[in-house]
């Protein structure tokens, strides 16, 4: 679906009042505890990975990797979104044609320019259907609305394709300071908690060691990460893990969880 606000075709927020708050006030108050607490100084990402469930699950290892933005000096200009597709099956990546997305703070606007970049990319389709019921990007949006007002975003989402596929939209949308990538992935499925403590300190290994080799297994956005490492290994930057929890650490039984993890890419 689109919508027409003021200048912009719109697509419509599709999990508000079910991953985050519907009313404008209180995601806000959510998102301000969020994302409360001091970033370190100096220590701002060229780019995250944060997970993508409902912020009652997940909310708390995303704001800590959004809240590293608190420390940036120079002003971040756009945010790339990758994120994998949930709800429609299509090859290669997608992007959007609407101007803009909406949540309960606002409109979003999209970079057109950027978009248009990476549209030019054999691997990539513009598809609203696409992007219309997928929480993986929506669920990020209010938080660089709370932290980045005047940031537009470019959305992307990884159907079927490659990590070389991903690894080349990633460089046509990759800047320099100015530009802020996010890959949008939770870890590990519905295993006991132990085992997803297992699962994903395995997986961590593999990310901080820019092994691109993870599977659906050990991350629902397994292609955009695996597609992010790539880039990074290439260019010497240095991964962190910020948070690592599961859903048994956050909000319901430790019988079948979810991982989440935060992570933060460092110029060397």
Known sequence: MRAMTANYEVRPAAVAGLFYPRSPTELVSALDTLLAGQAPAGHVPKALIVPHAGYIYSGIVAG???????????????????????????HGLAVPRVQAFATPLGIARIDEAAVGRVAALPAVIASDAAHAREHSLEVQVPFLQRLLPDAPIVPVLVGETTAAEVEA?????????????????????????????SRDGATVGAILAARATLTGEDACGCLPINGLLRVTRRRGLRAELIDLRNSGDTAGDRDRVVGYGAFGFYDA
């Open 169 to 197: 939209a990633l460089e046509a949308l990759w800047g320099g300071p100015e530009t802020l990538i996010v890959v949008s992935s939770d870890l590990s499925h519905y295993h006991s908690y132990e085992e997803a403590q």
């Open 64 to 90: 800590h990797a959004f809240r590293s933005l608190k420390a940036c000096a120079t002003p971040i200009e756009r945010v790339v979104l990758f994120g994998p597709s949930h709800r429609e099956w299509f």
